[in-house]
Structures are given as structure tokens and as C-alpha cells.
């Protein structure tokens, strides 16, 4: 059981190039997240999905795109990157409900040359 | 809209002594909330979380956390602190209100350095 897991670990982009983050779980959950995380803001809510084939907006989703085509993968998309891109990017899984607990994967760090 | 607030960025103690980690929230209606740590260069680990009844709620690690309704606070405690304690440390609150319940705001982080 490895929990939640993403794709890259690490990745240096040019301005402009693009780019797709991918993220899965094994948990069975139904919520899936995207979140980043910048030097003193914690972590801030990119997109989500509720469902498989749904996705939704949170705080921060300009720049971004993300698919959930199959209920275990939940994909980030880059289509044109931008320095202020750059950050550590965190996937996260969920049960349904209000109480359930969001377990995080481990992190891709991303660069925007 | 829902929100919280680690008013310390960082904590200093000395190993052995108790810690203390403190945040308050704002939410319109029932708070759910999660406390999490994180290590260098790791994701985030869950440790507890207060959904509802018993106001102290005991987690991982040795943690513990009181939720005080009034203050609407729900500070990390830990009796002894240890070395390996040392990370930064986040709270988070989702508001059980209907709009926005599915998403999970985070505070900026607390950094915790336990001093041998």
C-alpha cells in the first residue's frame, strides 16, 4: 500500500514550456487535491476533484489545469509555464465526508526558469 | 469564508520541556480540524484531528491538542519535547457549512526547534 505518490520528484522548466504532473492513490479515495506550497503562505488549494471525470477551482487555480479520467490518477497540468510557477506542488487523497483525513504524497518541486 | 491563523512562525524549547504550538480559526459554521508536520523535503503527515466531542484529542507521536470552542483556538501540545520534534508544523480547518466544505485551508506554518 503506497499510499499517495507523484510524479516527478523534481523538474526544471524553461518559461513557456509546458507540463503535466501526475499524481496517484491506491486508498480508494474519492477526493483528490492539488495544492502548492510557497516560503511563508503554507499551502494553498490549486484545483480538486470530488469524483472521478469532475474537477473543480480552489484558491489559486490561474495557470493550471487538471484532469481525473480514471478515479486512482489525478493529473496537473502546466500549459505554459511561468516563474511564478515555481514551487513544491502536493497531491493529496481523501475519503467523502467531512471528517475524513487528506493524506499527502511526497512532493514534486518545480522550477520556472 | 473560513481561515486560520499560526500567529508564531517560529517556536523555540528546550528538549524535555512541554510544547507548545498555538492556532486559532474562523469558520461559520462547525470547525473540523486537522493538525499536520512536516519534515524536510517530505510531504505532510497527518497527526490528529478534532471532529467533535472530547475537547482534548491525542494523535501521534506523543501530540495532543485542545479544542476551546470559546477562544476558538486548538493549540499542539506535546509533555516532553524531543529533538526529533524538530519540523514545521501546520493546522488546518474545513468549515462543516455546507459551500467550500470539501477544501481544507491551511495556516502558514509553525517551525519547531527543539534545542539539545
Known amino acids: 500500500n503506497a499510499g499517495v505518490t507523484q510524479t516527478p520528484k523534481f523538474r526544471v522548466l524553461k518559461t513557456g514550456q509546458s507540463m503535466t504532473l501526475l499524481c496517484a492513490q491506491d486508498m480508494n479515495h474519492e477526493y483528490m487535491y492539488w495544492y502548492r506550497q510557497d516560503p511563508g503562505m503554507g499551502l494553498r488549494l490549486i484545483h480538486y476533484?470530488?469524483?472521478?471525470?469532475?474537477?473543480a477551482k480552489g484558491e489559486v487555480p490561474d495557470g493550471y489545469n487538471v484532469s481525473r479520467l480514471k478515479k486512482q490518477n489525478f493529473l496537473l497540468g502546466l500549459e505554459s509555464a511561468a516563474p511564478s510557477q515555481t514551487s513544491v506542488y502536493f497531491c493529496?487523497?481523501?475519503?467523502?465526508?467531512?471528517?475524513?483525513?487528506?493524506?499527502f504524497g511526497p512532493g514534486t518541486r518545480l522550477l520556472v526558469l | 469564508a473560513q481561515s486560520v491563523a499560526q500567529p508564531e512562525d517560529q517556536v523555540n524549547v528546550a528538549e524535555g520541556n512541554p510544547l507548545t504550538v498555538k492556532c486559532t480559526y474562523s469558520v461559520s459554521g462547525n470547525p473540523y480540524l486537522f493538525w499536520y508536520v512536516q519534515y524536510p523535503n517530505r510531504g505532510l503527515q497527518f497527526l490528529l484531528k478534532y471532529i467533535t466531542g472530547d475537547n482534548l484529542v491525542k494523535g501521534s507521536y506523543g501530540f495532543e491538542a485542545e479544542f476551546n470552542k470559546s477562544q476558538t483556538s486548538f493549540h499542539l501540545k506535546k509533555p516532553s519535547a524531543l529533538v526529533s520534534d524538530s519540523a514545521l508544523y501546520f493546522c488546518?480547518?474545513?468549515?462543516?457549512?455546507?459551500?467550500?466544505?470539501?477544501?481544507?485551508?491551511f495556516g502558514k506554518g509553525t517551525k519547531l526547534s527543539v534545542i539539545p
Open positions: 476533484s470530488v469524483g472521478e471525470g469532475t474537477t
Open positions: 493529496a487523497s481523501s475519503g467523502q465526508g467531512y471528517q475524513e483525513t487528506q493524506y
Open positions: 488546518a480547518v474545513r468549515d462543516g457549512a455546507g459551500a467550500g466544505s470539501y477544501q481544507l485551508t
